[in-house]
């Protein structure tokens, strides 16, 4: 189906051998149900690169400089990288009533590009969520300008909430430290979720070139708990 379940198998057959952390990448065949259509097929070929044993942001840092080098190494030139935080969202779902909401906001957030700005809002509405939580994520889906912007948008969102400090400490960071390599750094979208009961921390999404028009080519992040 994928490659990360059978790399979580070899980790835990094999973890008295290995030396951690430990980092490998791999190129095959993967199958999965989908609707075949322009961009999406059965089967495919994916690439995986992964670190498991490290809570350390570096490794998030290595991985977008692999997209940057190997998109830039393929002639993409045109593809984004956006990143957001699984805590962050976790900060929306608890300013906006409880940490239990959060599939529901983010799976109608995720709709914005199709259905815009006032179908989300009906829709949250639909599941339950009161004008004033509904004020509050359409304030966090309003969020724009460059990261720095972004940054201090988020932080006056979620001032005095634990998760959404954390979360936005790990991409100020992560940010900051890229400012010194030789790639672009990527783009906040808060809109981004990307599985969410998966993922734990910083979470990734390539996309390509507006000029082709089959959305992600690229997407990973943080799964500590796995």
Same mark, same amino acid.
């Given at each position: 189906y994928d490659l990360?379940?059978? $790399?979580a198998r070899y980790v835990? +057959?094999?973890?008295?051998?290995? !030396? $951690?952390?430990?980092?490998r990448?791999q190129? &095959? =065949?993967?199958?999965?149900?989908?609707?075949? @259509?322009?961009?999406?097929?059965?089967? $495919?070929y &994916?690439?995986?690169?992964?670190?498991?044993?490290s809570n /350390?942001?570096?490794?998030?840092i290595e991985?977008?400089?692999?997209? @940057?080098?190997? $998109?830039k @190494?393929?002639?993409?030139?045109?593809f984004?990288?956006?990143?957001?935080?699984?805590k962050?969202? !976790?900060?929306l779902?608890e300013v906006?009533?409880g940490?239990?909401?959060m599939m #529901?906001?983010?799976i109608t957030? #995720?709709k914005? #590009?199709k259905?815009g700005?006032?179908?989300?809002?009906e829709?949250?509405m639909?599941r339950?969520?009161?004008s004033? @939580?509904?004020?509050v994520?359409?304030?966090?889906l309003?969020?724009h300008?460059s990261n720095?912007?972004?940054?201090? &948008?988020?932080k006056?969102?979620?001032?005095?909430?634990e998760n959404?400090?954390?979360?936005?400490d790990?991409?100020?960071? +992560?940010?900051a430290?890229?400012l010194d390599? /030789?790639h =672009?750094? =990527? /783009?906040?979208? =808060?809109?981004?979720?990307?599985g969410l009961?998966?993922y !734990?921390?910083?979470i990734f999404?390539a !996309?390509?070139?507006?000029?082709v028009?089959?959305g992600?080519?690229?997407?990973?992040?943080?799964?500590d708990?796995?």
């Amino acid at each position: 189906y994928d490659l990360t379940i059978p $790399f979580a198998r070899y980790v835990a +057959m094999n973890h008295a051998q290995l !030396t $951690f952390p430990f980092k490998r990448y791999q190129i &095959q =065949p993967v199958w999965r149900a989908d609707r075949p @259509q322009k961009g999406r097929y059965r089967e $495919f070929y &994916q690439c995986d690169a992964d670190v498991v044993g490290s809570n /350390s942001l570096i490794n998030e840092i290595e991985l977008i400089n692999i997209y @940057q080098e190997v $998109f830039k @190494q393929l002639g993409i030139a045109e593809f984004e990288l956006k990143v957001n935080h699984r805590k962050i969202l !976790t900060a929306l779902a608890e300013v906006c009533g409880g940490a239990e909401k959060m599939m #529901d906001i983010t799976i109608t957030i #995720d709709k914005l #590009d199709k259905i815009g700005i006032e179908n989300v809002k009906e829709e949250l509405m639909q599941r339950g969520l009161k004008s004033n @939580q509904i004020k509050v994520i359409e304030k966090y889906l309003a969020v724009h300008g460059s990261n720095d912007e972004k940054i201090m &948008q988020l932080k006056e969102l979620f001032a005095g909430n634990e998760n959404g400090k954390s979360g936005i400490d790990d991409l100020e960071y +992560m940010l900051a430290y890229l400012l010194d390599t /030789s790639h =672009p750094s =990527p /783009s906040i979208d =808060p809109t981004l979720a990307r599985g969410l009961n998966y993922y !734990t921390g910083v979470i990734f999404e390539a !996309t390509a070139p507006s000029t082709v028009k089959i959305g992600s080519i690229g997407g990973g992040g943080r799964y500590d708990d796995l």
